[in-house]
C-alpha cells in the first residue's frame, strides 16, 4: 500500500467526489438561505467528522497498544517513552475550527476552571489502553487535563513532546466530575510509530516512516479487530524494515486532527519505491508484528476478500508492486500457520 503514498500526497488536495461542483454564481435558490443557517449546518458537519475520528482513534488504539508493546525489540531506537493514552486538543484542529473544540469536547466544564488555569478550552483523554501505564495509574477517558508537569497546558502538544522524550515519569493535573486530581505516570520503552484514523472514502492504509494511517473507509469495511490489528501490522512493517525512521512519538498522535495526512520525511523516504518483494515482506512481517502483539489473526484474510469488491481486477491479477489478492491471501495464510505451529512447540 505503501508505493500509492507520494500519489496521496500530491492528489489529495485536488480530487473532489461526484457532484461537489463550486460554482462562481449564485443560483436563484441560493437566495433564501442565510449565512447562520449554513454555518449551523457546518458545525453540524464538522461535529460529526470529529466524533468519527475520535471512535476511530481510539478504535485503533486499543488495537495498536499490545502491538507497539510487545514488538519494541523491533524498534530499540527511540527517544521516547510511552504511556498509553491518546489527547484531543484545540490546537489540534485547524485555526478556522477550534471554536467547535469546546461544544464537542469541552462542554461540561465550568467557566471557573477555564479562568484559574488561564485557558479558552483545555485538552482531553480520549483513550487508554487497557494495561497500559496510564490504566494502571487509573487515568480514563474523558478526565479533563489542567496541567502537564504543573505546566498550564497553552501549547500543550509542545510539552507533551518535551515530557515523553525527557523522563519516564508524567505528572498530570486532572480534572475529573468537578474534582481535581494528580496523577503521576511511569511510561514504557516501546514502538513509538504513531496509529491514526485518515478521512478517505477509500479502504487503504499508509505508512510514511513515522505514523500509520488507516483510512475511515478501511475501518468500517473491516469487522474484527483481527483484521485492523493485520492491517496496523502490514504499515508497521514497512516503517520497521523499509523506512527506518526512529524519531516517532506517542505524543504526536492527532486523534481529531482530520487535515494530518502522510509526509516525506527525508530525500531518502522520497526515492523509497515500493516493490512487491517489500509488499509481500510487509505481509508476511506484518502477521509476524501483529501475531506477536496477541491476535489470532482468525478469518483475516476476510478483509482481503471484502477488498476484492473495490477492485476485482486484483484478485486474480499481480501487478510489479502488489502480487493478486488471492496470492497474497494464501502467503498469509500459510505464514499464520506457521507462527502458530511455533507457538504450540
Same mark, same amino acid.
Given at each position: 500500500m505503501r508505493f500509492l503514498l507520494l500519489i496521496f500526497i500530491i492528489l489529495s %488536495? +485536488?480530487? @473532489?467526489? &461526484?457532484?461537489?461542483?463550486? %460554482?462562481?454564481?449564485? #443560483?436563484?435558490?441560493?437566495?433564501?438561505? #442565510? $449565512? *447562520?443557517? !449554513?454555518e449551523e449546518?457546518? =458545525?453540524? $458537519?464538522?461535529?460529526? *467528522?470529529? @466524533?468519527e475520528m475520535l471512535f476511530s482513534s481510539k478504535t485503533l488504539h486499543q488495537i495498536s497498544w499490545p502491538i507497539l508493546k510487545n514488538n519494541k525489540d523491533k524498534c530499540s531506537k527511540t527517544n521516547s517513552y510511552s504511556? &498509553?493514552? *491518546?489527547?484531543? #486538543?484545540?490546537?489540534d484542529l485547524p485555526k478556522k475550527d477550534r471554536k467547535y473544540f469546546q461544544p464537542i469536547l469541552n462542554d461540561n466544564i465550568s467557566p471557573v476552571y477555564l479562568k484559574r488555569y488561564n485557558t479558552e478550552n483545555l485538552p482531553v483523554i480520549v483513550s487508554v489502553a487497557k494495561n497500559s501505564p496510564a490504566y494502571k495509574s487509573n487515568i480514563i477517558e474523558g478526565d479533563i487535563v489542567l496541567k502537564i @508537569?504543573?505546566? !498550564?497546558v497553552k501549547g500543550f502538544r509542545k510539552k507533551l513532546r %518535551?515530557? =515523553?522524550?525527557?523522563s519516564s515519569l508524567l505528572t498530570l493535573t486532572l480534572l475529573r466530575n468537578n474534582r481535581v486530581l494528580e496523577k503521576k505516570i511511569n511510561g514504557i520503552i516501546a514502538c513509538n510509530y504513531n496509529i491514526q484514523p485518515i478521512p478517505s472514502a477509500a479502504p487503504n492504509a499508509y505508512a510514511d516512516g513515522e505514523k500509520v494511517y488507516i483510512t475511515l473507509a478501511a475501518i468500517k469495511l473491516a469487522r474484527t479487530v483481527d483484521e485492523l490489528a493485520f492491517l496496523i501490522g502490514h504499515e508497521l512493517a514497512h516503517n520497521i524494515f523499509h523506512y527506518k525512521y526512529f524519531h516517532g512519538s506517542e505524543? @504526536? +498522535?492527532m486523534t481529531i486532527n482530520y487535515m494530518d495526512a502522510p509526509k516525506i520525511k527525508n530525500l531518502n523516504s522520497f526515492f523509497l519505491v515500493s516493490t512487491q518483494k517489500k509488499e509481500t515482506e510487509a505481509d508476511l512481517k506484518g502477521v509476524e508484528i501483529a501475531f506477536k502483539g496477541g491476535f489470532a489473526l482468525n478469518n483475516v484474510n476476510d478483509y482481503w476478500r471484502r477488498l476484492s469488491v473495490f477492485n476485482p481486477s486484483l484478485i486474480s491479477s499481480s501487478s510489479a508492486n502488489y502480487k493478486s489478492n488471492a496470492l497474497r491471501a494464501i502467503l498469509i495464510s500459510k505464514k499464520l500457520k506457521e507462527l502458530r505451529n511455533n507457538a504450540e512447540e
Open positions: %488536495s +485536488t480530487l @473532489n467526489i &461526484g457532484c461537489s461542483v463550486k %460554482s462562481s454564481k449564485k #443560483s436563484d435558490f441560493l437566495m433564501n438561505v #442565510s $449565512q *447562520l443557517d !449554513e449546518e457546518i =458545525y453540524l $458537519q464538522k461535529k460529526i *467528522l470529529i @466524533n504511556f &498509553g493514552i *491518546l489527547f484531543a #486538543s484545540a490546537e @508537569n504543573n505546566l !498550564e %518535551s515530557a =515523553y522524550s525527557s505524543a @504526536n +498522535t
